[in-house]
């Protein structure tokens, strides 16, 4: 992938589990920062007025194909709006730059899929999904890191950051980290408290709380897991959270950089604070910054979450029926 490290414009096309990892750790580390030097554009559905979009920018910002890279990306090979979203954005670049487009393309699926085979055809350079591990728990896998890589963000501390959580989550001690957060959220649903909130007062960390979002609700399907932004929501939804039904638990993220130097910290704290008097139950995870190695940590400590609570609720983690059912209909 080095011919591709001084790409400019990154394409990716996507969608779930295939690009949400990678666009969390983007727009956590590059939301608010004004001397980026690359763009990635997550391409999640073939909508016409974003392909619209694409294609003025193609036409007016671009000028050299050696400052594109498309990265296509589906396990299966066969979700119909990846494929989709890859000839439209293909046939863009392809009317700019004609045949040597397909140098500038890369497609990472499994072997003889149907999008496999579509690289096959056009000569297109092919990266092997490998393993059994997909979708919602790829975050660490060949899509995601290369993915990081290209985009200039350092894939080793993100993947090193998720090798000390999990092995952190190993301890059979009652100090483990994951086992304690899972029985929490566990014990409260026993009670009816069925809602999981991710409670982010960082706004770059959205995406973060979208990619849990997927992990919880595909993998066990019983808790419904929700994004809320502070303080943003607190204007909109506290009245529901603090005087509505107690059946929501709650996660609250936090980086400790912000601590100290800003409002956002203060209304963290008596957001908090409203929480313990309502006695609503939570939990708070503070990152010291947020950086590859630390979100690393996060994504890996809610992966182990997650297949605690489903050993606890008695369910396959890695089944999805209905969303299988769901793509079926669409072919």
């Known amino acids: 992938m080095e011919k591709y490290q001084n790409s400019k414009f990154i394409f990716v096309v996507g969608i779930g589990g295939s690009d949400l990892a990678s666009k969390a750790v983007w727009n956590a580390l590059t939301l608010h920062k004004k001397d980026v030097e690359k763009k990635i554009f997550f391409l999640e559905s073939p909508d016409v007025n974003e392909y619209d979009k694409l294609k003025n920018l193609v036409q007016t910002e671009i000028a050299n194909l050696e400052d594109v890279i498309l990265i296509a990306v589906s396990k299966s090979g066969k979700t119909m709006e990846t494929l989709e979203s890859f000839r439209k954005t293909f046939d863009i670049l392809s009317e700019k730059f004609g045949a040597s487009t397909n140098e500038r393309v890369v497609v990472i699926s499994s072997k003889n899929s149907q999008l496999w085979n579509l690289a096959e055809e056009k000569g297109i350079e092919k990266l092997p999904w490998e393993g059994e591990t997909g979708g919602r728990f790829s975050a660490f896998t060949t899509p995601h890191i290369t993915i990081l890589s290209i985009a200039g963000l350092d894939a080793n ?57 997927q992990l919880i609700a595909e993998s066990l399907s019983t808790l419904t897991p929700t994004v809320s932004i502070g303080p943003t929501d607190l204007h909109s939804m506290l009245e529901l959270y603090l005087g509505g039904p107690k059946n929501r638990f709650t996660i609250f993220l936090m980086s400790l950089k912000e601590i100290g130097n800003s409002i956002n910290e203060s209304t963290y704290e008596k957001t908090v604070r409203a929480y313990e008097e309502a006695t609503l139950p939570f939990e708070k995870y503070e990152m010291p910054e947020i950086n590859e190695r630390e979100l690393g940590k996060f994504m890996a400590l809610m992966i182990e979450v997650t297949l605690s609570l489903a050993e606890m609720l008695q369910i396959n983690p890695y089944d999805q029926p209905r969303v299988e059912e769901y793509k079926e209909k669409l072919i």
């Open 157 to 213: 501390a993100f993947v090193e950051g998720g090798k000390e959580m999990a092995k952190e989550c190993e301890d059979e001690t009652v100090n483990n980290k994951s086992l304690i957060l899972a029985k929490n959220i566990f014990d409260n649903y026993k009670k009816g408290v069925e809602i999981l909130d991710f409670f982010i007062f960082n706004s770059e960390l959205e995406d973060l709380g979208k990619w849990c979002r």
